[in-house]
Every structure is written in structure tokens, then in C-alpha cells.
């Protein structure tokens, strides 16, 4: 295992139209966060999940927004009719119960036209 | 909610030179201080850590130290290279509650 992955790296899409992105997390870490990261600032949080619990939603996160862990394994985020203001980095990271330490997927670069 | 701040914004050093960046915190209930380096187009990598219990933490070129008193904790990176040159966040969090990220500083490592 290399590490968290995400996919797609970017994406470009229309306004108004849905997307969805994957993470896979270290296989062993059983803890997954989505944070969402605007030029010049850092991650901000959107949600967590501790195995296929989601157990914490930002009030970022507008009910545009949805993600899921169904097996406690990979997570997907999904954001419905979007907007340009969307446009951002999607970060995933993930932890073990118990650890504090969080590593990071390389993200996935959204851009809304 | 857990509030963090970085300063400087940007920092330039010249090769070989140290760094240092400096963060404070809000929560004096947060116990876990991470710092992150974010190269362009990537995501943010784990470089070093601290838990409140420790004062300071080094390894090999860089290193942390934690005030409690004061709520602050900064990065000190020496003989700084080309390669240093990054974005660095702190973060912070207690507990098992999720990261709180500053916005960043820009190191610039001058040849």
C-alpha cells in the first residue's frame, strides 16, 4: 500500500453538472476525511467517517454535497448541479483508530466553467 | 471552534540559512500539532508533529517547539535548501476531533 489515493486528479465540468470523486484510503486506517482546500488557504473540513459511519459534517458541506463509505473502505464524495464556486481541491486523508496522525491523497482539482 | 494563524504569509531565506514559522491556537484544550509541507499541484505531506505533553521534537533538519502558556508552536527548519521551498500549514485538534489548518506560509529558499 503507497498510500491514500484519490481519483480523478482533475476535472473539469460545466456548471450545473454532477461529479463524483473516489478515495482509497491506507488500507489499515479505518478513519477517512474529506477536507476542501481554496487557493492561498488551507484545508478546510467537509466531513469524516470512521469505518462506514459518517460521523461529522462541516456546514460547508450544502446539501449539494454527499459522500459515502459503504464497506468502510473507499469513500466518494459527489456534488450535484455545480457551481464555480466549487471550484477548489478536493483533499482526502485518513488516520487509524487511535492514531493521530492524518496523511493526505494528492487531492483531486476541480474546476467548474 | 479550534482557530489557528500562521505568520509570516511568505518567508525568504537564503540557502543555508534557518527558518522559522510560527503558529498560535485558540483551544487550550488541542493536544496534537501537526506541520504539513504542500508542494504545488500536491497534497499536503506529513513532515513532523508534536503532542502536548513534549516541549520540542527534531528530526535531522527540522524540528517543533510547543508553548502551552502561550498557545503557540513553531517550525524551525536549518541549512535550508532549494527543495525546502514549499507551502508549510500547522494544524491543530484535540482529542480525536478533526484538524484545524492555518492558511500557510510560502518558504522561499534563495540559491
Known amino acids: 500500500d503507497t498510500g491514500v489515493s484519490q481519483n480523478p486528479r482533475h476535472k473539469i465540468t460545466k456548471r450545473g453538472q454532477n461529479v463524483t470523486f473516489r478515495c482509497d484510503p491506507i488500507?489499515?486506517?479505518?478513519?477517512l476525511y474529506w477536507y476542501r482546500q481554496t487557493l492561498g488557504q488551507g484545508p478546510e473540513f467537509l466531513t469524516y467517517?470512521?469505518?462506514?459511519?459518517?460521523?461529522?459534517k462541516s456546514r460547508l458541506l450544502s446539501d449539494r454535497f454527499s459522500a459515502e463509505r459503504p464497506k468502510g473502505s473507499f469513500s466518494t464524495l459527489e456534488i450535484q448541479r455545480t457551481e464555480q464556486g466549487d471550484s477548489a481541491m478536493y483533499l482526502c486523508a485518513s488516520s487509524s483508530e487511535g492514531g493521530t496522525e492524518a496523511f493526505f491523497g494528492q487531492g483531486t482539482r476541480l474546476t467548474v466553467v | 471552534g479550534e482557530n489557528v494563524e500562521q505568520h509570516p504569509s511568505t518567508l525568504s531565506v537564503q540557502e543555508g540559512d534557518s527558518a522559522v514559522i510560527k503558529c498560535t491556537y485558540s483551544?487550550?484544550?488541542?493536544?496534537?500539532f501537526p506541520w504539513y509541507k504542500q508542494e504545488l499541484g500536491k497534497g499536503p505531506q506529513l513532515i513532523i508533529d508534536?503532542?502536548?505533553?513534549?516541549g520540542e521534537k527534531k528530526d535531522q533538519r527540522i524540528a517543533v517547539t510547543l508553548n502551552k502558556t502561550a498557545k503557540h508552536f513553531s517550525l524551525h527548519i536549518t541549512e535550508t535548501q532549494p527543495e525546502d521551498s514549499a507551502v508549510y500549514f500547522c494544524?491543530?485538534?484535540?482529542?480525536?476531533?478533526?484538524?484545524?489548518f492555518g492558511k500557510g506560509n510560502q518558504v522561499v529558499v534563495i540559491p
Open positions: 467517517f470512521q469505518n462506514e459511519a459518517q460521523l461529522e
Open positions: 494544524a491543530a485538534k484535540k482529542g480525536n476531533n478533526r484538524l484545524a
Open positions: 488500507s489499515e486506517h479505518n478513519r
Open positions: 483551544d487550550s484544550a488541542s493536544n496534537y
Open positions: 508534536i503532542r502536548s505533553n513534549v
